[in-house]
């Protein structure tokens, strides 16, 4: 085992962007990686995927049409309020509009380009976080 952070079997991310090729590559990424992920390419998607999957963590870029990740993640959060939200953006205003829309100590952020490394570690750090939804996920038996 790993002596840095570890993340349990088989964590649910749900990854949302609308540029389909990011979306897939943050999912291929995440799989290589352990990860059991699903895709959505809009924030309506998002909100029914998580419905029927019920995911870990949500990973969603803020600023997409119609409805937004920030918006997405809220609704989702309201289902499923265990959920991690990991929200990304490579617009420089979508963080001051995460900080003015929710508490800032429930959602992570990531700036676009993420660096592969930097979106393991965050997810692994996210995880085994209990800043909002208690103890860590467990390992699935």
């Known amino acids: 085992m790993n002596a840095g952070v570890s993340i349990p079997d088989k ?31 809009c924030g309506a998607t998002a909100v029914e995927a998580a419905r029927l999957w019920n995911p870990d963590v949500l990973l969603t870029d803020v600023v997409m049409p119609d ?9 989702i959060l309201a289902a499923h309020p265990r959920c991690k939200i990991l929200l990304f953006s490579g617009q420089a205003a979508a963080q001051e509009m995460v900080a003015a829309r929710l508490d800032t100590e429930c959602f992570r952020f990531l700036q676009k380009p993420i660096h592969p490394v930097e979106l393991i570690d965050s997810l692994r750090t996210l995880v085994a976080s209990d800043a909002r939804t208690g103890p860590p996920l467990e390992r699935a038996s």
């Open 11 to 41: 964590i649910k991310v749900l990854v949302v962007d609308d540029e389909h090729s990011i979306a897939d590559t943050l999912s291929i990424i995440l799989k290589r990686h352990g990860f059991d992920t699903a895709t959505a390419y």
């Open 67 to 75: 409805m937004n990740g920030i918006e997405a993640a809220i609704l």
